[in-house]
């Protein structure tokens, strides 16, 4: 006879219970002190007054992946070393460990296994175990013994959804008759199904938990999902409420959703999305109505909480070869009322920097006597002519002391940024330069009209510290001088990095990431020499001096070439909750004659040291050269913010 199933009751704060490895390991303890804590409270003369030593002995199930959740949830076994306990709250900590391997077995589906712990042969129902335990020695410690029969697995029988009024929900359940009838999957399935059923217009939808019943003969169980539909309803009037300087018919413009349109939590949720975007906001919270008004429609408010108009941010950086680079930014987030942004900032470059100086020859390591500089300011619209696509206008000025060549420029561009997908974004637009650049002691003035075009693919889960995820970047630059300087040329460039997770959740992660780049149509001095490739130093090979990965003039200083491949791989450990060690190799080549993969190849190696705070990793890398080039530093050491790419 089918009996009501307790189970689906503890399983309402379980739903997660393949990851009771990582869950109940934390809870353990938890239970463990409370016992220990209620030992130690003034009792009868009957409680022990020292505590009780003992092993514990877990006799193996036959199922590895059982075992390891049974040991990780026991407190017997965590605490043991960590928290002493008299005769009494050993018994105890030993029933609670009765109920925790319920627990994990009937998540695991086997609702009918049985649990044995005994203490020196004793089960913990037997009267006279206080008394044996508080008169034996501490040598040799008592002896815990936990055997486990873990008995047939149960598998899902019938399933009913009473109440279900639309059949196109019912495959978001995820789970079928004859599935093990684990307790993860089966109670997920309630909020799968009301999420479908509300993405199908059902905004008043709930699925209850769910209710199970077991057959012991069968070995299988009936689980029945209570379902109350609501009505159908659309999107009916959308208002903003807690706006200080954003304009609502902005905020109605930037978003997708539209009164009219079919009601829908991932429509409702995507909105809320796209109004954070905009990074005016701290918070964005849709509420909808408790019910229908008018019928048949479902009033939507976005209480919004406005960010600082105004923020000011510092960033500094470190390298043995380029020195510090310092810089200083401030934003407006909402200059008109409609999220255009302005940010100016200046940095300051090659600070007590052991590069090359104006006079100096390249293998000498002299400081800097001229620090460089870069002013910029950048002014961005959303929005522009459509939804979702954007435009940034830039202009700046700058001046560079750089091992290959020293320039003083002034560059403007405008890019429209246009998201493609949800990972894939496509930038274009135009941009000038104009510039004086100095190499081997001639100077030579450049005007450049730029059209670049790049398309972005990107799924890192994080900007500072990505532990999954691929990013790939396509940038083709067609460039055409407006003087008698240059002939005209295309530069295509490939960037791609991904994060393979070898121990979650983000602990041992290793990372690639590589550069493949061309320029078509001039030769390599028919090139202005920022505008050539050169690798070397963080993004390229670390170990090297900057730039100084590829060909190379008589006296050491690097040419630049037209052509770069290069591979960085490391692999980043964290080390308990802060710190972190990354060891890395790189390599790469630069070539002359426009052709990947012909050049001189040089490999750098070294180890990242990181320390993990809120924000991102702080990094230091030290790299040596393993095949090091005329010129170059024995080591080089990078200081900085996030990892290295």
Same mark, same amino acid.
């Given at each position: 006879?089918?009996l009501?199933?307790?189970m689906?009751e503890?399983?309402k704060?379980?739903?997660?219970?393949?990851?009771?490895s990582?869950?109940?390991?934390?809870?353990?303890?938890?239970?463990?002190?409370?016992?220990?804590?209620g030992?130690?409270?003034?009792a009868?003369?009957?409680l022990?007054?020292e505590?009780?030593?003992?092993?514990?002995?877990?006799?193996?199930?036959?199922?590895?992946?059982?075992?390891?959740?049974?040991?990780?949830s026991?407190?017997?076994?965590?605490?043991?070393r960590?928290?002493?306990?008299?005769?009494?709250?050993?018994i105890?900590?030993?029933?609670?460990d009765?109920?925790t391997?319920?627990?994990?077995l009937?998540?695991?589906g086997?609702?009918?296994g049985?649990?044995t712990?005994t203490i020196?042969?004793h089960?913990?129902s037997?009267p006279?175990l206080?008394d044996?335990?508080?008169?034996?020695p501490?040598?040799?410690p008592?002896?815990?013994?936990?055997?486990?029969?873990?008995?047939?697995?149960y598998?899902v029988?019938a399933?009913s959804t009473?109440?279900?009024t639309d059949?196109?929900a019912i495959a978001?359940l995820?789970?079928?008759?004859?599935d093990?009838?684990?307790a993860?999957?089966l109670?997920?399935?309630?909020s799968?199904?009301e999420?479908?059923?509300?993405?199908?217009?059902y905004?008043f939808?709930?699925v209850?938990p769910?209710i199970?019943?077991a057959?012991?003969a069968t070995h299988t169980l009936?689980?029945t999902?209570?379902?109350?539909?609501?009505?159908?309803?659309?999107?009916?009037?959308i208002?903003?409420?807690?706006?200080r300087?954003?304009r609502?018919?902005?905020m109605?413009?930037?978003?997708a959703?539209r009164?009219?349109?079919?009601y829908?939590?991932?429509?409702?949720?995507a909105?809320r999305?796209?109004?954070?975007?905009?990074?005016v906001?701290s918070?964005?919270?849709?509420h909808t109505?408790?019910?229908p008004h008018p019928?048949?429609q479902?009033?939507?408010?976005f209480?919004?909480?406005?960010?600082k108009?105004?923020t000011?941010?510092?960033?500094?950086?470190?390298?043995?070869?380029l020195?510090i680079?310092?810089n200083?930014s401030?934003?407006?987030?909402?200059?008109?009322?409609?999220?255009?942004?302005?940010?100016?900032?200046l940095?300051?470059t090659?600070?007590?920097?052991?590069?090359?100086s104006?006079?100096a020859t390249?293998g000498?390591?002299?400081?800097?006597v001229?620090?460089g500089?870069?002013?910029?300011?950048?002014?961005?619209?959303?929005?522009?002519?459509?939804?979702?696509?954007?435009?940034?206008?830039?202009?700046?000025?700058?001046?560079?002391?750089?091992?290959?060549?020293s320039?003083?420029?002034?560059?403007?561009?405008?890019?429209?940024?246009?998201?493609?997908?949800?990972h894939?974004?496509?930038?274009?637009?135009?941009g000038?330069?104009?510039?004086?650049v100095?190499?081997?002691?001639?100077?030579?003035?450049?005007?450049?009209?730029?059209?670049?075009?790049?398309l972005?693919?990107?799924t890192?889960?994080?900007?500072?510290?990505?532990?999954?995820?691929?990013?790939?970047?396509l940038?083709?630059?067609p460039?055409?001088?407006?003087g008698?300087a240059t002939?005209?040329?295309v530069i !295509?460039k490939? @960037?791609?990095? &991904?994060?393979?997770?070898?121990?979650?959740? %983000?602990? #041992?992660? /290793?990372a690639?990431h *590589?550069?493949?780049?061309r320029?078509?149509?001039?030769?390599?001095?028919?090139i202005?020499?920022?505008q050539?490739f050169?690798?070397?130093g963080?993004?390229?090979?670390?170990?090297f001096t900057?730039?100084?990965?590829g060909?190379?003039?008589?006296d050491?200083?690097p040419?630049?070439?037209?052509?770069?491949?290069?591979?960085?791989?490391?692999?980043?450990?964290?080390?308990?909750?802060?710190?972190?060690l990354?060891?890395?190799?790189?390599?790469?080549?630069?070539? !002359?004659?426009? @052709?990947?993969? &012909?050049g001189?190849?040089?490999?750098?190696? %070294?180890l #990242?040291? /990181?320390?993990?705070? *809120?924000?991102?990793p702080?990094?230091?890398?030290?790299?040596?050269?393993?095949?090091?080039?005329?010129?170059?530093?024995?080591?080089?050491v990078?200081?900085?913010?996030?990892?290295?790419f």
């Open positions: 006879m089918p009501s199933h307790p689906m503890e399983r704060f379980r739903s997660a219970t393949r990851e009771l990582r869950i109940l390991p934390g809870f353990a303890p938890v239970v463990g002190l409370a016992l220990a804590a030992a130690l409270l003034p009868p003369s009957a022990a007054a505590p009780q030593p003992y092993d514990v002995a877990f006799v193996a199930t036959g199922n590895a992946p059982l075992d390891t959740l049974i040991r990780q026991s407190s017997l076994e965590t605490l043991r960590k928290l002493a306990v008299g005769p009494f709250a050993l105890a900590r030993a029933r609670a009765l109920d391997f319920r627990t994990v009937e998540s695991e086997y609702d009918s049985t649990i712990i020196d042969g089960a913990l037997d006279a206080p044996l335990l508080r008169q034996a501490a040598n040799p008592a002896r815990v013994r936990v055997a486990i029969a873990q008995g047939p697995l598998h029988g399933i009473p109440g279900l059949p196109a978001a995820g789970v079928h008759p004859g093990p009838a684990a993860s999957p109670v997920g399935a309630a799968r199904l999420a479908r059923l509300r993405n199908l217009g905004a939808a709930k209850a769910p199970a019943e057959d012991d009936a689980v999902y209570p379902v109350t539909m609501g009505p159908r309803v659309d999107v009916g009037a208002t903003f409420t807690g706006m300087r954003m609502r018919r902005f109605a413009r930037h978003i959703l009164p009219g349109q079919r829908s939590q991932t429509a409702l949720d909105a999305d796209q109004l954070l975007g905009l990074g906001f918070s964005v919270t849709a109505a408790a019910a019928a048949g479902v009033p939507v408010t209480a919004v909480r406005e960010r108009r105004h000011v941010a510092l960033g500094a950086s470190y390298s043995s070869d020195g680079d310092a200083v401030w934003t407006d987030r909402d200059l008109f009322g409609a999220a255009q942004n302005l940010t100016l900032s940095g300051a090659g600070i007590a920097g052991s590069g090359r104006q006079t390249f000498k390591h002299t400081y800097i001229a620090p500089y870069d002013a910029k300011a950048t002014y961005r619209v959303p929005d522009f002519i459509r939804p979702g696509q954007s435009i940034a206008a830039t202009i700046e000025a700058l001046k560079q002391y750089l091992p290959a060549y320039r003083t420029a002034f560059l403007g561009r405008a890019i429209v940024a246009r998201p493609l997908g949800p894939l974004t496509l930038d274009y637009g135009a000038f330069i104009f510039e004086k100095n190499q081997e002691g001639e100077s030579r003035t450049y005007r450049l009209l730029q059209l670049p075009v790049t972005s693919y990107d890192a889960n994080s900007l500072l510290d990505p532990t999954r995820g691929v990013k790939l970047t940038r083709l630059t460039s055409l001088s407006l008698a002939q005209p040329f !295509a490939l @960037t791609g990095s &991904t994060y393979i997770n070898l121990e979650a959740p %983000g602990r #041992g992660v /290793l690639l *590589g550069v493949l780049g320029i078509f149509g001039g030769s390599q001095f028919g202005p020499p920022d050539r050169y690798a070397g963080t993004g390229t090979v670390r170990g900057y730039q100084t990965v060909p190379l003039f008589p050491g200083i040419e630049g070439g037209t052509a770069i491949d290069a591979l960085e791989t490391e692999f980043r450990q964290r080390i308990g909750k802060h710190f972190g990354a060891p890395f190799i790189d390599a790469g080549q630069v070539s !002359a004659n426009g @052709t990947p993969f &012909t001189t190849l040089r490999i750098g190696a %070294g #990242g040291l /990181l320390y993990y705070t *809120g924000i991102g702080l990094r230091v890398d030290v790299g040596v050269p393993l095949n090091r080039a005329p010129g170059s530093a024995s080591v080089a990078y200081i900085g913010l996030g990892q290295a």
